[in-house]
């Protein structure tokens, strides 16, 4: 089983040069937990400040192109992202699924794009909550990974973040028997997916985790860190997170 936990904060389309200072703030929570691994994920407009300004914090990034360079107007590449300071990058978030129609297929081939210029990738899988209601909850996460599964993975570069659509944003979170069913599924699938090497993967749990639920999700049997949009905005709501993942 994975043994630090991994703490990663999604900014989404929030963040202005004016807002470095708590990447700042959030990079020296980490550096004071360095049980944990903790990395934020700005805007691209961010990631060569923020990186420059905390070289010993990981920064990364939300989505990239699967191609190296070309006609893709709006797009940036792995090596593009690395040049600018990230050492990792979010892929295949529910939001990008649904507004950019990202399917299971692009992702694996941006992971593997990821992989090649020699960045970390994190692949969101996660249900609506029609298809839980309608208990196809594994199956569709479980489909959404084998998909979007890269070539030549490794627990190294690779992790996995669980995170139910009906729970981004919303201040809903699963039961804690949820979370630990899903999680297991995913393990098992990784297992099919990877052999020996899937128990070294990281499962993250996402979706309304803050400071005050992030002790008893990440108890959880295999959940190996947290992915986290809105409490990783500030470092007074992302500190809690890092150091509850700290004393787990
Ligand atoms: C996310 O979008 O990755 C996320 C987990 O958001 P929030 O923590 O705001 O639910």
């Known amino acids: ?66 191609n190296e360079k070309g006609a893709h107007t709006g797009c940036v590449s792995a090596a593009m992202i690395k040049e600018a300071g990230a050492s990792l990058s979010i892929l ?27 960045l970390g990738a994190i692949i969101c899988v996660g249900e609506t909550e029609e298809e839980r209601d309608a208990g196809k909850a594994v199956d569709v996460v479980c489909g959404q990974l084998e998909g979007s599964f890269p070539a030549g993975a490794d627990a190294n570069w690779l992790t996995i973040a669980y995170e139910p659509v009906w729970a981004i944003g919303t201040g809903r979170v699963p039961e804690a028997s949820d979370v630990e069913e899903m999680h297991a599924a995913i393990r098992s699938a990784l297992g099919r997916l990877m052999g020996d090497g899937a128990d070294a993967v990281r499962i993250l749990y996402g979706g309304s985790m803050n400071g005050g639920n992030a002790a008893e999700l990440l108890a959880v049997p295999n959940v190996d860190g947290g992915l986290v949009g809105g409490a990783s905005l500030t470092a007074a709501k992302f500190g809690p997170i890092i150091e509850a993942a700290a004393a787990a």
Request: aromatic residues 4%.
């Open 92 to 118: 295949g978030h529910s939001e990008r699924r649904a507004d950019q129609h990202e399917t299971d297929a692009e992702v694996k081939t941006k992971a593997e794009a990821v992989h090649a210029a020699g």
């Open 1 to 66: 089983m994975p043994n630090r936990k991994y703490i990663v904060g999604n900014w989404k389309m929030n963040g202005l040069q004016s807002e470095l200072s708590d990447i700042s703030g959030i990079a020296a929570i980490a550096a004071a937990n360095p049980s944990v691994d903790a990395a934020i994920c700005p805007p691209l407009t961010l990631i060569a400040s923020a990186s420059s300004q905390n070289p010993a914090f990981a920064v990364g990034a939300q989505d990239c192109h699967y």
